[in-house]
């Protein structure tokens, strides 16, 4: 069973920056940020194949960039210009099947870490 392990959150200033890390146990084919605020719906982040093809929702276009290191199996998440509305828990998802055009779509992942909170105060 694969497992995924998340670091790096924290709390931070807006305007700031952080990077998450999420360690994989095996290679996965598709990897992907998701982030969620209590009572509301989990949104996807950004997403990255394998051959380093990535999605990202507008919201944090511009300002976040996803990277995945095939041979260390580990998904990173580079956040900077951070404003309180990214805001949330933030979860590494994974799958080993190949996804054509979902990538943030969270149905797509059968495997999900604990999370890892980042908190951005204005």
């Known amino acids: 069973q694969v497992q995924l392990v998340e670091s790096g959150g924290g709390s931070v200033q807006a305007g700031g920056a952080l990077g998450l890390s999420c360690a994989a146990s095996k290679f996965m084919t598709v990897m992907a940020w998701f982030r969620q605020v209590p009572g509301k719906e989990r949104e996807g982040v950004a997403g990255i194949r394998s051959d380093a093809i990535t999605k990202y929702a507008d919201s944090v276009k511009g300002r976040f960039t996803i990277t995945k290191d095939n041979a260390k199996n580990t998904l990173y998440l580079q956040m900077n210009n951070l404003k309180p509305e990214d805001t949330a828990m933030y979860f590494c998802?994974?799958?080993?099947?190949?996804?054509?055009?979902?990538?943030?779509?969270?149905?797509?992942?059968?495997?999900w870490g604990q999370g890892t909170q980042v908190t951005v105060s204005s």
């Open positions: 998802a994974a799958t080993s099947r190949w996804i054509l055009g979902g990538l943030l779509d969270e149905q797509e992942y059968r495997t």
